[in-house]
């Protein structure tokens, strides 16, 4: 999905003027505004009417909490892609933004660049945190791996991945975006998405957070 003009955008904020003004900057640089909302409900509603690529969402809104937004679409449709845009930068905030299914976070002090690039980056999966977020992420992810998980008698065993699969694994555990890692393997980033696409199937997840938890719980992270 290179072609900007081909990611539906929507844009979901309970301030009109800054709603207005986030979607003419991505309009203006080529996006497919396809809606905007200004509450919960109204958000859930017509975001699964227009089919968004990406939600550009801020977690304060009325009617339902952003963050129980974001959970109700992803759950129902696992290919959406969340940029939660935010004034809090409150560290409780961005980790229940990433827990309910947020792909990125990015606090409303940005540019229309930088925006505009983080739009662009959420839509191919790859995860954009204001600079500082991503390492408390990151971090988090590993608390939550060192905690011991119980198992199942009869869970399972895990599902054989290739070896070019594990080895994109690994280094999504270790927080590369798709096109480092195309060019650390020197494979085309199409190819490194349809590794991604591959393992999230076999590995019944949905979005490359549960991917990078998978890998770190794992140990893939230290390797």
């Known amino acids: 999905m290179t072609d900007q003009q081909t990611i539906k955008v929507m844009v979901v904020d309970d301030h009109p003027m800054w709603r207005d003004a986030v979607a ?8 497919d505004v396809v809606a905007t909302a200004g509450d919960g409900p109204q958000a859930v509603r017509r975001a699964k009417a227009v089919a968004p690529d990406v939600l550009v969402l801020d977690l304060n809104l009325p009617g339902m909490p952003g963050v129980q937004v974001c959970k109700e679409l992803v759950g129902s ?11 809090s930068g409150e560290h409780a905030d961005v980790l229940e933004a990433v827990k309910s299914g947020a792909t990125g976070y990015l606090l409303k002090s940005a ?6 690039d983080a ?8 995860p954009v945190f204001t600079p500082g977020l991503a390492g408390l992420v990151l971090g988090e992810y590993r608390r939550l791996a060192s905690e011991p998980v119980p198992m199942a008698a009869d869970e399972p065993k895990a599902p054989q991945l290739t070896d070019r699969e594990t080895e994109v694994l690994r280094l999504v555990a270790k927080g590369l975006s798709y096109k480092q890692i195309a060019e650390r393997l020197v494979i085309s980033h199409r190819t490194v998405q349809n590794h991604v696409q591959n393992t999230l199937g076999k590995l019944q997840l949905h979005n490359r957070v549960e991917l990078v938890r998978y890998a770190i719980e794992r140990g893939l992270d230290d390797v």
């Not at 003419?24 to 996006?31: E, M, P, S, T, V």
């Not at 540019?111 to 505009?116: G, H, N, P, R």
């Not at 739009?119 to 790859?126: E, L």
Request: glycine share 10%; aromatic share 4%; net charge neutral.
């Open 119 to 126: 739009v662009r980056r959420t839509a191919v999966g790859d």
């Open 24 to 31: 003419r900057d991505l309009a203006a640089a080529g996006f």
């Open 111 to 116: 540019s229309t660049e930088e925006l505009t």
């Open 77 to 87: 449709h696992p290919g959406l892609r969340v940029l939660v845009l935010s004034a």
